[in-house]
């Protein structure tokens, strides 16, 4: 009932930018977080970003100060703009929605080239 697309994961030499976004659509109530996690190549997926419905931000600790988490006013799109992309940001990243369900986008895939 409710659907995340994601878009604008790609290939991006390591020191650009990648800014991924994630829209939910369908049978929409109000999301109390939102955030963006990865998963690379024979890892454990871990929490990239997130974002409340107040605004209040978190980040893992790998990519603060390069990493910026957004959403709109409607609160159905999250963002996540990258900055000085490092190899090992290379993963499929996945957009969470959560309210008292938890929901997952696609997954994009970010590769970073040495």
């Known amino acids: 009932q409710v659907q995340l697309v994601e878009s604008g994961g790609g290939l991006v030499q390591a020191g650009g930018s990648l800014r991924l976004s994630c829209a939910a659509s369908?049978?929409?109530?109000?999301?109390?977080?939102m955030g963006w996690y990865r998963q690379a190549a024979g890892k454990q997926r871990e929490l990239v970003a997130s974002i409340t419905s107040g605004e209040s931000t978190n980040y893992a600790d790998s990519v603060k100060g390069r990493f910026t988490i957004s959403t709109n006013n409607a609160k159905n799109t999250v963002s996540l703009q990258m900055n000085s992309l490092k190899p090992e940001d290379t993963a499929v990243y996945y957009c969470?929605?959560?309210?008292?369900?938890?929901?997952w986008g696609q997954g994009t895939q970010v590769t970073v080239s040495s």
């Open positions: 369908g049978m929409i109530f109000r999301f109390n977080t």
């Open positions: 969470n929605f959560r309210n008292f369900r938890e929901y």
